[in-house]
């Protein structure tokens, strides 16, 4: 259809008409959180000003971020690399006033009564924005930043809990002082124990701390986890 024309009174019939099609997921909720860093990354998208929305579009889905009003979406529907467009819709179909959301209480009801709520005034899609607000990634990405942040509180407990099996058992802390990069890893799959065990007999260990390979490959875990996110790493929306 790349050489259908679209007359200017039909453009924003059409763009409503995107979203409603789009708008399909199904099965269980996505999680409220996963769902707000959706939008906050589309948000963050919309205002490099690359994308052809007008402003007001983007400062509604702002202010349904500090509204607390969250679209409800289903976790089947997204189509991969082709984009997030079910998910991306769905928050789409919110900002025009339709579909079902949840307020900051974790009510369900439908999106114009949210929008009403907040005194907010539902956007009448112009020229392409329908497809500004629905082409991208931002579904799977959000849920990603949100795995790096548990990965990220975990490899902290990770480290606690190293330090303190090695105080436990009266190992040596000589293993860890030159930093995750400077530990080898065990040199094949079983022989982790056995290198381990030759290591602190040379080192004068008193005790069995952890495996050196895997406290460092929880390091080399970290630092891509913050090279990823920055120096402070990926936070909730």
Do not use: W
């Not at 019939?13 to 769902?35: D, K, T, Y």
């Not at 997030?84 to 769905?90: G, R």
């Amino acid at each position: 259809m790349a050489t259908t024309y679209i007359p200017a009174e039909r453009r924003s019939a059409l763009q409503r008409s995107l979203i409603r099609s789009h708008a399909a997921s199904s099965g269980a909720e996505v999680e409220r959180e996963v769902v707000r860093a959706l939008m906050l990354l589309r948000l963050r998208t919309l205002a490099s000003g690359r994308t052809g929305v007008r402003p007001e579009t983007a400062q509604l889905l702002a202010a349904l971020l500090n509204a607390g009003i969250t679209p409800i979406i289903g976790e089947y529907g997204s189509l991969g690399c082709s984009g997030d467009l079910a998910p991306l819709s769905h928050v789409a179909l919110a900002l025009m006033g339709e579909g079902a959301v949840r307020d900051r209480d974790g009510q369900q009801m439908p999106a114009a009564d949210a929008l009403e709520a907040a005194d907010l005034v539902p956007v009448e899609l112009a020229a392409k924005e329908g497809l500004a607000l629905i082409n991208g990634t931002d579904g799977m990405l959000g849920m990603l930043v949100m795995a790096a942040d548990d990965l990220r509180e975990l490899l902290k407990l990770a480290d606690i809990a190293a330090a303190m099996s090695v105080e436990a058992l009266l190992g040596t802390d000589r293993f860890f002082r030159r930093g995750p990069a400077g530990v080898a890893a065990a040199s094949g799959p079983g022989r982790g124990r056995r290198e381990h065990a030759r290591a602190a007999r040379r080192l004068g260990d008193h005790g069995k701390p952890p495996r050196p390979g895997l406290h460092a490959s929880a390091g080399r875990l970290l630092v891509a986890v913050r090279s990823a996110g920055g120096r402070r790493g990926p936070r909730h929306a």
